[in-house]
């Protein structure tokens, strides 16, 4: 089981507005918050994805075949989360729709340029 996922930062202050938001439409909340990290929270027993700034110091950066993939309870939820995370500055990775018969799901990539993907089984 999974217990926490990492994405890397440059502006945790800009990172911490645009996941405060994008979490908060998937019933994310903040965990907690320090100097150089935050934790949100997706329920008990759920993992948790934190943002932080490298401790090596060194320029946070995306890597090449990682994605997130978020969990969405329907694809009117899918298209919302992938539309407010274009208009909170992300870029567009493959927009809302079926890819295969039973996936459903929108692809985009943080201002840092982790790969996030909201979607449902259906």
């Given at each position: ?29 903040r965990?907690?918050s320090?100097?150089n ?15 932080t ?57 943080d ?12």
């Amino acid at each position: 089981m999974i217990s926490y996922i990492t994405v890397g930062s440059n502006d945790l202050a800009a990172s911490a507005t645009f996941f405060d938001a994008l979490f908060c439409a998937i019933n994310g909340t903040r965990a907690f918050s320090l100097d150089n990290m935050i934790a949100y929270s997706f329920g008990p027993e759920k993992p948790k994805i934190i943002v932080t700034t490298p401790y090596d110091g060194e320029t946070a950066f995306h890597g090449n075949g990682t994605m997130v993939a978020l969990a969405a309870k329907d694809q009117d939820q899918v298209d919302a989360v992938h539309a407010l995370a274009i208009e909170l500055g992300a870029t567009d990775e493959g927009a809302p729709g079926n890819r295969g018969k039973h996936f459903y799901g929108g692809y985009f990539r943080d201002p840092d340029g982790n790969k996030f993907n909201i979607s449902l089984t259906v």
